[in-house]
């Protein structure tokens, strides 16, 4: 299947412009289930908020932020959270892979996740975690993406609902150019 429309990396004022657009994917998904650290009284104003909260990060280079459309609306988005940590400047994070449920289906994470992908091998790093309910769609994803399954960890988080589920942890290593694995430290 292929995607319609290809991701964009978001500056900070494009950020703060698709804000209420990210806002409404964002409580769709929510509202259906995700658990994605929202609980279902989530609304609109507030997820806009969250979002915009961003922008600092994004605009200092802490954060990147993609998004894709279709002629109606944001169908999907995903982060990749860097560290600032001096001994963590080689890891970063996937935060936040959601895709509409009317663009599912068409290659879209896959999509998503390969422009964080590319962008964290661009920037060096080597090394990418991320974490997902325990049982849900994502896990296959991540799966045939190439991440490696790091565990499980009981009563993580909740749904939006306030039930506890575990959480697994993934993880993905690089080289410089993505897909090459780098040697294993001894």
Known sequence: MTVAVSPVRLDA???????????????DIVRGGASLGFLADLDRTAAAAW????????????????AARDAERITGTVSLA??????????AEIAKLMVHPSARGKGLARALLSAAEEAAADAGV?????DTETGSPAEALYEKAGWTRAGT?????TDP??????????????????????????
């Open 13 to 27: 004022d494009t950020l703060l412009e698709y804000a209420h657009d990210l806002a409404g994917l964002l409580t």
């Open 161 to 186: 609902a306030g039930t506890l589920h575990p959480t697994t942890l993934f993880y993905k290593r690089f080289g410089k150019r993505l897909g090459e694995t780098p040697p294993t430290s001894q």
């Open 153 to 157: 960890i009981p009563d993580y988080a």
């Open 82 to 91: 860097f560290t600032d940590k001096p001994n963590g400047r080689h890891r």
């Open 51 to 66: 979002w915009r909260g961003l922008a600092p990060a994004v605009g200092e280079g802490q954060l990147a932020v993609w």
């Open 126 to 130: 080597t090394l990418l975690v991320l």
